[in-house]
């Protein structure tokens, strides 16, 4: 299967403790983007990378969220000192174009 | 900016009925539409989209929905569903891309629940 993947699939951490995510793209996908989904809610746009540059950023990313893509191909979203408000699923896409393939989600819960 | 307003959270619709979910727009440019759908324990998958030229587009699954400028709705629908079109589904608009960038707004979803 050479779909977009994330690791891990959940993730259950203490308030105040740091977590990191990761994005596996589909190979020849040059964009990327993270979002954040809660419960009955659509995606929320987080940032998005064209190769290895983040060219956009939501307001929604507080400063204790970075987001990183070295060498234009995995990405990684970090968020620090974390909150239980930060229990959401974190959505990976990548893209060609206009049209965004999906990942299976990372789901964080923040105890 | 752009926002999307499905209305309806969940929709129950019996086996081989029609079903119309719905899905308006607010823009001030011109947009791209594009319907996702999420089936059970999976990732969001493309349905169909609209980018430009004819305002019906069809999916390969029988759904289809049009473009209507003057009403800004881009309303889904098949004339007979089956039990395995049981997902959620996300209306989501994008404005011209900027730096080739389609950066989409999703609407809060409608739940289609089909029934035997």
New interface residues.
Partial sequence: DTGVSQDPRHKITKRGQNVTFRCDPISEHNRLYWYRQTLGQGPEFLTYFQNEAQLEKSRLLSDRFSAERPKGSFSTLEIQRTEQGDSAMYLCASSPGDEQYFGPGTRLTVT | AQS?TQLD?QVPVFEEAPVELRCNYSSSVSV?L?W?VQYPN?????LL?Y?SGSTLVESINGFEAEFNKSQTSFHLRKPSVHISDTAEY?C?V?VA?A???????????TSLIVHP
């Fill in positions: 999307v959270s791209y594009f996702y999976q990732g969001l998958q493309l989209k980018l996300f989501a994008s891309p730096g080739g960038s389609y950066i989409p707004t999703f609407g809060r979803g």
